[in-house]
Every structure is written in C-alpha cells, then in structure tokens.
C-alpha cells in the first residue's frame, strides 16, 4: 500500500513539472507573462540559495542582495571589459564572491543571532557606496550596460523571454540539488544542529566556525552566479538596483513564508508571492490608490505568518500526509523502555574495551584557578582521573562544580593551571568541539536536545562527527538509540519525551561519538527513585566498557553506587578527596554539604 501510495506522489510530481516546463510554450506570447515565470523561478533560486544558510543553520542573513550584487557587477566587467564567455563570467564571479563571503564571514560569524543579521544588512550599504566610488570600474552611480553583441545561448543574450525562464528553471534545479545534496551530508546535520543550539552542537565535535563558513561559500557561489545571469536579463547594472535591500527581503520573506530550513519551502514561498505582487502593482500601483498595493501585500504576510508560522511547506506536508491515510501511531511516552533485565543488560555492551586500566591518569588537574571579577568560582583545584574511571565531584550548589566542568572542556579559559589529557596538556584557547573531536565529551546541567531535529538525527549528530558514511552513522544511531530504550521514538521530536528520557538521548548523542571520557553533569536530577536506579544500570554498563566517567550529582544515592572516587567543592575549594566513604565520613563535608554522616 506504501508503494502505491509513494508511485501516486511521483506521478503527481512528474505531473506538475510537465506543465511548468510547457507553461512558456504555451503562453510564450506574452512577455509579461514570460517576466512573471523568470521572476518567479529566479527569485525561488535566490531564496532557496539564502535558505541554504540561514534556513539549515539558523545565522540569518539580510545582506546577500550585496553578494547578488557583486556577482553581478563581476560577471558584467568580465563580459564587457575582457570578452570573457557569459557562462564562464558567471562561474569566475560566483568563485570570487565566495572567497570573499569567507573572508567577511570570519569577523562576522563571531557575532550571533540579531547581531549577526544586522551586520549583514550594514554590508549593502558599504558595498553601494564603493560602487559608486570605483566609477572608472563600475560605471558609478550611472552603472554600466552590457551591449548586445550577439544573440544565442552562449552569449546569455536572446530575442524573446521563453529561452531565459528555461535557463532560470535549470538554475532553480541546479540550487535544489545542491541544497538536497546539503541537507542530507554530514555538513546538513551539523548545521542543523548548530541552528538549534551551537554550545551543545560544539560539545559534539562540530566546528561551528568552519561549518559556518563552508555553508557561506556554497551559498553566496549560487547567489553570485544569480547576480550575473539576472545581469544579463536585464542588460545593466547600476548601485541602486543591484544593492537593493528589497532583494534581500524578498529571499528571507520567500523562504520564511514558505517553510525556512526546508527543501521546497522557498519554491513555494516564491510561487505564492511573485503572482500576489504582480498583481496588486498592476491594480493598486499607481493613480489615487498609489501605494495600497504595499499595505495589501503586508497584510497578506501577516496573515499567512499568523495561521502559518512554521511557513506553508511543512502545512502542504500535514494536508499531503493526511490525504495519504498515513496517520501517525499514538503511543505514550511513559517511562518503560529500559526496565526489562535483557534491555539492561544490552546497555552494558557499548564502547570501546580498553582492557586493563592503565595505572596513569587520563585527565589531569593541577591548581585550576577560575575567577569572575571578585568572585573565585573554582580555587586551587586538584585531581586526577584513572582510565575507566567513575569519577564524583559533589559539593552545594555555587560550588563551583559547573564552571570546572566548563574550564575542562573548553567552554571558559581557566586563569592559571593546567589541564592534561591523554599525556597532553590542553592549550587554553583549546575550542569545545576539538576536546570532542579528542574523546573527551560532555552532558549539560540543562537538557539541550536539538528540538526541530528528530530524536535520531540528535544521535546523528555525535555519530557522523567520526564517521564520514553517513549510512555507518545511521547503524550506529540505531544502536545507541537501542541502548538507551529511544527506538521506537527515532522519528519524533523531542519535546514529546520526559525528562528522563531527554537526560538519556543526551547521553546517547556523546555515545555515539564513543568517547574516552563522558562528563556528565547532574543526569539524575529530578528523576524519580525508579529513574535513577535505572539510568545507574546505563552508567556502569557504559564504564565497564572502558569509558572514564566524570559526574557532578546530588542524587546520593547514585554518587554512592556509582563513583570509586569522589572529590568536594565549596566555595570553588576542593575540600575532600577519597572513596564514597571517606568523603561522607569527612566532618567538612557533613558540615558543608551532607548536614549530617550518610547512611545509605
């Protein structure tokens, strides 16, 4: 029945696509027609080239109008001043532009969120002035025109409208295959992963910077060959029209209405839109009705914004999934997937077996100082940690205990001190996703699952950082996901699961990148007595495989059961170190932290 019902969408599919590409042989007439179809595939391509990286990785961009028009401006010297083919001009601008992008998105990927964007659209601006400046280059403000020397596909030059649609349509395809071929490599589900959360993105192993960078390149190279081939179109370049900031709304409106981060969402975004413009130009855009076009348009992205805010693709896709009778089976997320004694005894046979303990630490700290203004949150701090370890730090809350995770994993730069791992002592300008990349990998205080992204795709995550087949990573999700009980909620979101199973699918994303060390900070908190107990079972399945664990926890009871050796902060000083039974017989610690001697 699932074939059938996948053979009826293909054919619908081919359908659709038969009467696009006929549209401008039947309708090839008009002209105007023809410019509304150009318009259309073109902005589609555009939006979906901004989408690649604003839409996957979530650094949103308001200035790519300057890289459509740098594009444009390099494809038009190169035809005009040396005689350099159309096709190939576009290729060579399209290059250039993104060495560029790389080099203005160092400085500027430092920023995030609204800053990010707002630095982007101060670039329109700079470039339109330099335009203007560079006349005896650029034409200055009076731009430059692009003489017809002859007509035919090698020169981008043609009588009529029909052979520029068909040209615009096979850059739309060319861009859906190169966002496809994103969207399902290694890169697409970093990206992803970095939209959603970067601290927790680098604590698996991506390199938020350069995965930025490579996402920049690849999406200014399609804007800029669209600057160049929407130069020919139009046969001149000028400042105002080609660092338009309109452009660059037109893609981030495109792609938001149409479903940002997803494949078809821009083309649907610019289907809809293109037309709606057109037309309310053509009926409100001039006379005593000057300007209503403008308030009609906004109140129609209000609307759609409004009854659609996750963008009209993913509602096409509810529609489309309800007309195919695929309705989702209703389960319970209870708390029930690692009770069994088999399922329990699964959990233990993971990571890598490393043999004898070595009799040398795998981590080393020596005289760990942290300190924010007059407060010293860590003071002095010394330990070491042995190969298969479980390792304690307890203490009360404001002792420190966080911010010596974060010193060790990269997250702060400690003031004085060293850090060894492995035999090496760790840099202080060490980032977070090359100690991952290293083996020694981290859970946060807070569960951060990656919340658009499925609970597989969490995994995969951790799983492709060491693995370059995505198909391996995909059998080793599906193991991990096994382990921890979340397979049969692989395909669902994550904000359906409880809080311990979220604290277990962040121990399944550092799983799978099996690690040398997991630090775990505070995996049982609120969970119930039920919970702990279980997620203790996973803990020493996961250390008798080799895997040095470090845990920050209040939960007694589990620290007891779990850690061969514990270390106490107060205040940022450690003030006890030994067994589970010499640090809850220390009068210190009882006095500090426990209230009274353990008996449990």
């Known amino acids: 029945m699932k074939n059938k019902e996948n053979i009826k969408i293909k054919i619908l599919s081919i359908i659709v696509i038969i009467i696009v590409l006929l549209c401008p042989i039947v309708f090839g007439s008009s002209g105007y027609f023809m410019h509304i179809l150009f318009l259309i595939a073109f902005k589609a391509y555009m939006a979906t080239s901004w989408n690649i990286l604003s839409g996957y990785s979530g650094q949103i961009s308001l200035g790519h109008a300057m890289y459509l028009g740098i594009g444009a401006y390099c494809g038009t010297i190169l035809f005009t001043r040396l005689n350099i083919n159309p096709w190939m001009a576009m290729i060579a601008s399209g290059t250039m532009v993104s060495a560029l992008s790389v080099i203005i998105g160092l400085p500027l990927f430092r920023l995030r969120n609204a800053f990010f964007a707002i630095s982007t659209n101060a670039l329109i601006k700079v470039a339109s002035l330099l335009a203007i400046y560079f006349r005896g280059l650029t034409g200055g403000s009076m731009g430059t025109s692009i003489p017809i020397h002859k007509m035919g596909f090698a020169y981008q030059t043609f009588e009529d409208k029909v052979p520029y649609v068909y040209i615009a349509y096979g850059m739309l395809a060319l861009v859906l295959c190169v966002a496809w ?6 890169l697409g589900y970093q990206l992803f992963a970095l939209r959603d959360d970067h601290d927790a993105a680098a604590s698996l192993g991506v390199n938020t910077l350069a995965a930025k960078l490579k996402i920049m390149a690849i999406s200014t190279f399609m804007v800029a060959m669209g600057g160049s081939f929407y130069a020919h179109y ?12 309109q452009l660059s709304m037109d893609m981030t409106i495109m792609a938001n209405l149409g479903g940002i981060g997803t494949m078809f969402g821009p083309v649907l ?8 413009d057109a037309l309310l130009r053509s009926v409100f855009g001039g006379g005593a009705t000057s300007g209503l076009d403008i308030v009609i348009y906004g109140c129609i992205l209000i609307v759609i914004v409004w009854f659609c805010p996750g963008g009209l693709w993913p509602l096409f896709n509810k529609l489309l999934y309800k007309l195919n009778n695929k309705k989702e089976e209703i389960q319970t997320f209870a708390y029930n997937a690692l009770r069994t004694k088999a399922e329990l005894e699964h959990a233990k046979h993971i990571g890598h077996d490393l043999g ?5 630490p795998i981590l080393e700290i020596r005289n760990v100082c942290m300190q924010f203004g007059g407060l010293k949150a860590v003071n002095d701090v010394s330990f070491d940690v042995m190969p298969g370890q479980i390792f304690g730090i307890i203490g009360p809350n404001g002792a420190g205990k966080t911010t010596l995770f974060n010193a060790i994993t990269g997250y702060v730069k400690a003031d004085s001190g060293t850090i060894k791992y492995s035999k090496k002592v760790l840099s202080k300008n060490i980032r977070p996703h090359q100690l991952a990349g290293m083996g020694l990998t981290r859970t946060f205080q807070s569960v951060r699952p990656f919340t658009r992204m499925t609970i597989a795709d969490n995994v995969m995550i951790g799983a492709v950082k060491n693995q370059p087949n995505i198909e391996k990573a995909k059998e080793i999700t599906n193991e991990i996901l096994k382990i921890v009980g979340l397979e049969v909620y692989a395909n669902r979101l994550p904000d359906g699961l ?14 799978a990148m099996n690690p040398k060390i997991l630090m775990l900070d505070e995996p049982m908190a609120g969970l119930t007595e039920n919970e702990v107990n279980d997620l203790i079972e996973i803990v020493r399945g996961i250390a008798k495989r080799g895997i040095t664990i470090i845990i920050i926890e209040h939960v007694m009871h589990a620290v007891m059961k779990l850690c061969e050796r514990i270390i106490v902060l107060d205040h940022g000083v450690k003030i006890s170190e030994g067994t589970p039974k010499e640090v809850t017989s220390n009068e210190k610690v009882i006095e500090v932290y426990l209230g009274e001697k353990y008996n449990g």
């Open 269 to 276: 975004g610019a289907i809809l839109l293109v037309p709606i």
């Open 356 to 360: 004898e303990k070595s009799g040398k």
């Open 234 to 245: 139009i046969l001149y370049v000028d400042p105002i029209g080609m660092f338009d900031p």
């Open 498 to 511: 409880t809080v311990a199973e979220q604290k277990r699918l962040d121990m399944a994303r550092t799983l």
């Open 181 to 186: 071929r994103v969207y399902k490599s290694k």
